[in-house]
């Protein structure tokens, strides 16, 4: 009759051995894990960054017709050719104002420092605010139309029922004469949406005064 191997209890308290390579397995799942991680981590910082640094490009280059700022007006003065500037207005869903041009469209000397309003009125029974967005079409024109002052640098608090007008006083730049692609431009159209802030930033209604009517810089 055959006999069973015996076993001894030392033999059966003593852990089972591991597989070669178990240890070196976890070790490089973590490494991998890690590396995900950061590949993650670092598409989520670069989605923030992308927006700040698309909004410096085109503000820099008037690239998607992105208007430019000026501090005074050009040194070169008016030029003989004439430019029309058409004027458009928008407001997003969503935000009770009547917005619009008190003049649809003007024609200017290119170099000619102009200013211009529209009128805003909020139709609520509560203080709103809003901040515009704009560009000029078209779009290759950004780098020219520079801004000398604008409500759409700031954002705008009215309060229940107030009418406002708010001035842009801008020129467009003698240089694009010196572009030959624009040789044929007849017409430049500036155009504003408002879209509601949702969490505005507290201050005085009184800040429109700035906005009156003050004529051509």
Same mark, same amino acid.
């Given at each position: ?100 041009? @008190? =003049? ?7 170099? #000619?420092?102009?200013? +211009? $309003? &529209?009128?805003?009125?909020?139709? %609520? ?29 700031? @954002? =705008? ?7 406002? #007008?708010?001035?842009? +006083? $801008? &020129?467009?730049?003698?240089?694009? %004469? ?40």
């Amino acid at each position: 009759m055959n006999q069973e191997p015996t076993i001894s209890q030392d033999e059966r308290a003593r852990p089972a051995a591991r597989k070669p390579g178990t240890r070196r397995g976890l070790g490089r799942d973590a490494v991998v894990a890690s590396i995900c991680g950061g590949v993650v981590a670092l598409m989520v910082g670069a989605s923030y960054a992308a927006v700040p640094f698309y909004d410096w490009f085109c503000r820099a280059t008037g690239f998607n017709g992105t208007t430019q700022v000026a501090t005074s007006a050009p040194a070169t003065g008016p030029i003989a050719r004439k430019i029309s500037v058409r004027f458009d207005s928008n407001v997003a869903p969503g935000l009770p104002w009547k917005f619009e041009p @008190e =003049q649809n469209e003007i024609e200017v000397n290119i170099g #000619e420092v102009t200013t +211009v $309003f &529209y009128t805003v009125t909020n139709q %609520a029974a509560r203080t709103t605010a809003a901040q515009a967005a704009y560009n000029v079409a078209p779009l290759t024109v950004g780098a020219y139309f520079q801004k000398i002052n604008c409500f759409c640098f700031t @954002e =705008q608090t009215m309060a229940p029922g107030e009418k406002r #007008e708010m001035p842009v +006083v $801008f &020129y467009v730049d003698p240089s694009i %004469a010196d572009d030959h692609e624009n040789d044929g431009l007849n017409t430049i159209t500036l155009s504003y949406t408002f879209y509601p802030v949702k969490d505005p930033v507290v201050k005085p209604l009184a800040s429109g005064e700035n906005d009156k009517r003050k004529g051509n810089l």
